[in-house]
T-cell receptor, first 115, second 113 residues
Framework: EDQVTQSPEALRLQEGESSSLNCSYT??????LFWYRQDPGKGPEFLFT???AGEEKEKERLKATLTKKESFLHITAPKPEDSATYLC????????????????FGQGTILTVHP | NAGVTQTPKFRILKIGQSMTLQCAQD?????MYWYRQDPGMGLKLIYY???????DKGEVPNGYNVSRSTTEDFPLRLELAAPSQTSVYFC????????????FGPGTRLTVL
């Protein structure tokens, strides 16, 4: 069974204080690892997809990295508008090479950035 | 494009009542999904569809039913509402291949009393 565990559950930062969120996973053949941002009362918004160990992707103050067992979302000099819940999800290769796009999500990390 | 739309935004049901959560997308996406999200928990897959007329169960399908008669619409049916079905429900779809990212709707907050 595919599993995703995110840590910490909640993270409070001061504006400008860089940090990292962790996503540990076990999956029967990783097809892709996805990061989403979710604001209160809204649906998740796509950030990144990582496909293989060693891959990195950046978007503004966010950088996602991937190893064979975990992914990190690094937040550099965060601003209050970066406050949100960050979700990690994995897509397995599945039997026959397809999982029909299904994702297994972690429980999320609630990030609060204080001015 | 309106993206993925969901109605209603909020709903309160009594135990034993039935309702249908609507989901529609105008992007001609084949792959569509229904998730539920409980506080402090990640999204759990209820049902999914790979195209019109084709649906399959996800991780937590009990108490729900779906249909996919058109590419655009993917309604989720609750037949006998129970308090355990109190949750926020999200619909999502994928553009292009199944390996692409999912686009999510705004969600429906359902309370069963």
């Amino acid at each position: 069974e595919d599993q995703v565990t995110q840590s910490p559950e909640a993270l409070r930062l001061q504006e400008g204080e860089s940090s990292s969120l962790n996503c540990s996973y076990t999956v029967s053949g990783l097809r892709g690892l996805f990061w989403y941002r979710q604001d209160p009362g809204k649906g998740p918004e796509f950030l990144f997809t990582l496909y293989s160990a060693g891959e990195e992707k950046e978007k503004e103050r966010l950088k996602a990295t991937l190893t064979k067992k975990e992914s990190f979302l690094h937040i550099t000099a965060p601003k209050p508008e970066d406050s949100a819940t960050y979700l990690c999800a994995v897509q397995a290769r599945g039997a026959g090479g397809t999982s029909y796009g299904k994702l297994t999500f972690g429980q999320g990390t609630i990030l609060t950035v204080h001015p | 494009n309106a993206g993925v739309t969901q109605t209603p935004k909020f709903r309160i049901l009594k135990i034993g009542q039935s309702m249908t959560l609507q989901c529609a997308q105008d992007m001609n996406h084949n792959y569509m999904y229904w998730y539920r999200q409980d506080p402090g928990m990640g999204l759990k897959l209820i049902y999914y569809s790979v195209g019109a007329g084709i649906t399959d169960k996800g991780e937590v399908p009990n108490g729900y039913n779906v249909s996919r008669s058109t590419t655009e619409d993917f309604p989720l049916r609750l037949e006998l509402a129970a308090p355990s079905q109190t949750s926020v429900y999200f619909c999502a779809s994928i553009a292009g291949t199944e390996y692409n990212e999912q686009f999510f709707g705004p969600g429906t907050r359902l309370t069963v009393l």
